[in-house]
């Protein structure tokens, strides 16, 4: 199983950037997909991006298309989201997550979640 840290969270105007990144452990995050979920105050976990095991697939929630790319290292055992012209709406706790392949990523039937990082996005 592949355990996971984001960081890279905080507070942000809206229309700024930020990038985060999520760091993995184990033997197995070079063949396993890979994703970013979100989840506002009052809300349900919501999928925002995914990514397949080589990084030649990618998927986007449509809220998110467009601002927000998701992208991997191999060789760092690193996922990153690199998001732009944030949105107020944008607001929430980001989730990485791993699964044994996007579709199942982006159904969020997955295998490891992070802890979370926060991001606050002001008017």
């Known amino acids: 199983q592949v355990q996971l840290v984001e960081s890279g969270g905080g507070l942000v105007q809206a229309g700024g950037s930020l990038r985060l990144s999520c760091a993995a452990s184990?033997?197995?995050?070079?063949?396993?997909?890979m994703g970013w979920f979100r989840q506002a105050p009052g809300k349900e976990r919501e999928f925002v991006a995914a990514i397949t095991w080589s990084g030649s697939g990618t998927y986007y929630a449509d809220s998110v298309k467009g601002r927000f790319t998701i992208s991997r290292d191999n060789a760092k055992n690193t996922v990153y989201l690199q998001m732009k012209s944030l949105k107020p709406e944008d607001t929430a706790v980001y989730y990485c997550a791993a699964g044994t392949n996007s579709y199942n990523v982006r159904a969020g039937m997955v295998g490891s979640w992070g802890q979370g990082t926060q991001v606050t996005v002001s008017s």
């Open positions: 184990g033997r197995t995050f070079s063949t396993t997909s």
